[in-house]
């Protein structure tokens, strides 16, 4: 939970409330508070992505101010956060107060879902005081929540005199310039809102997400931390955190974040099971890669919903079949994959690969070919090069790589891949070609070095191999 004696204001207000709460619940004791404070703790809970304390809070406020407007506000946005916009419309259908902001920007919420920006600036434009902060700040963030950074900054940007000294203005100001991909001016602005609050979990995540785009993943890691300092319950955090891990190849570490974000329901067990089996597959686990990632699938086939990573999760899963011997099982996964996401180039990409891996070279390089014609990108020749690196088609390797290096030039890590993938095929004149254009450039010493601890640990092929290297490169 959160560390009272860390936080301030409303925060500490409304922790102490939730405390309470949950202890006059657990002792069947009744629990009177105003209409207010019940909305506030439902949104608090909300925020913390506990759905149901935030549902049971709401259904409780209600029963005791049964006509309040701001409760039967929150009762509508619960339902739009867990993506029930039918019962929040039949709410809203019902209010009887048609005339105040917040109803009014409610619904302008569900016109904009809809994709009605005409109707929903018009019924802004109904709104008597547009410049009050309260007003522009949940504006702002309707816009922002449902993909309008433009328009959320245009809006903020309207009362920026009267509130630019305001901490509250200035908090939906840096979340609109993440939004943005502003980061450089996200980024002071979340530290100035640090100065201002050391504690505040939510400006510390902001600051880590900022880090996060900037691949600074140990500064975000440390960014989380302090989030977590004040709110150990922060479950957007330790997703964030997570995920920084990750990319700096700390899959166990990752893990243990995830796990924790699970415990708080930030994740679903779908997601959980996709990370475990991807892990396995990184580290060439195919069976306990391919169990984890069906778990995932049979999670996700059970939704109302298809969810948008089964192409994806079918085609790892192809791939471990593939790698375990099960061709004809690995084949029909990808064939799932091709039908639901006919214009993705992964499946076809897998599926080239396990038609390779079979020696049916004509109908790899035709899985390849509709790849590139989902995605004529660098990114997808790249992802063409590993596969064939991977799979020892060394110059078909060479040719998607060197088309990468000519449509970007400037592409992270081609130049180290050429440089290692010329070093394997011998040839002197391309490897240093590419070696001095490497950020750190591989020397011959270096590679002496390698070959006498390899001599240390008596692997004799890795030891005539490098000695073959050096002897290209002399």
Not at 212 to 240: H, T, W
Request: proline share 3%.
């Amino acid at each position: 939970m959160n560390n009272n004696n860390l936080l301030s204001g409303r925060d500490k207000e409304l922790q102490k409330l939730a405390e309470q709460y949950e202890a006059a619940m657990s002792e069947n004791k009744s629990f009177y508070r105003d209409a207010d404070d019940l909305a506030d703790l439902a949104d608090w809970y909300g925020i913390r992505r506990k759905f149901d304390k935030a549902f049971e809070i709401t259904k409780y406020g209600l029963k005791l101010h049964p006509d309040n407007t701001g409760l039967q506000i929150e009762y509508a946005y619960l339902f739009l956060d867990s993506g029930e916009k039918d019962k929040a419309r039949e709410i809203v259908d019902n209010l009887t107060d048609t005339y105040s902001p917040e109803v009014k920007i409610l619904r302008a919420h569900l016109l904009l879902g809809e994709g009605k920006l005409d109707d929903t600036e018009q019924l802004l434009d109904t709104i008597e005081d547009k410049k009050e902060l309260a007003t522009v700040i949940d504006i702002s963030y309707m816009y922002l929540d449902l993909g309008y950074p433009d328009t959320a900054l245009a809006w903020l940007e309207s009362v920026k005199e009267e509130y630019i000294e305001e901490e509250i203005y200035l908090g939906v100001l840096a979340d609109c310039y993440y939004g943005k991909k502003m980061i450089e001016e996200a980024v002071p602005l979340y530290n100035q809102l640090i100065d201002k609050n050391p504690y505040s979990s939510a400006y510390w995540f902001g600051l880590a997400r900022c880090y996060f785009e900037q691949r600074k993943f140990n500064q975000a890691i440390d960014a989380c931390d302090y989030a977590l300092i004040s709110d150990n319950e922060y479950s957007e955090a330790y997703v964030l955190k997570g995920h920084c891990f990750y990319q700096l190849e700390n899959e166990d570490a990752a893990l243990e974040c995830y796990q924790e974000a699970e415990k708080l329901h930030a994740l679903t067990a779908g997601f959980m099971y996709t990370y475990i089996g991807l892990c396995k597959i990184s580290k060439g686990e195919w069976k306990e890669g391919y169990e984890n990632l069906d778990k995932a699938i049979q999670e996700y086939e059970a939704d109302e919903n298809p969810n948008p990573t089964l192409p994806d999760l079918y085609a790892n899963a192809g791939l471990c079949l593939a790698r375990m011997g099960k061709k004809r099982k690995a084949h029909q996964y990808c064939k799932k994959a091709h039908k639901l996401a006919p214009n993705v180039p992964d499946s076809y990409l897998v599926e080239g690969r396990i038609y390779l891996e079979e020696g049916n070279y004509d109908k790899g390089i035709e899985q390849w070919a509709k790849a590139l014609n989902c995605a004529p990108y660098a990114d997808t020749w790249h992802e063409i090069g590993i596969h064939s690196m991977e799979i020892g088609y060394l110059d078909y390797a060479r040719l998607a790589f060197e088309r990468v290096c000519e449509m970007e030039p400037d592409f992270e890590g081609i130049n180290e891949r050429l440089t290692i993938l010329y070093m394997t095929m011998y040839d002197k004149e391309n490897f240093l070609k590419y070696n001095q254009k490497c950020a750190r450039p591989f020397g011959l010493k270096e590679l002496e070095n390698l070959m006498r601890i390899l001599e240390n640990e008596k692997w004799e092929d890795l030891i005539t191999y490098m000695q073959n290297i050096i002897r290209a490169l002399q």
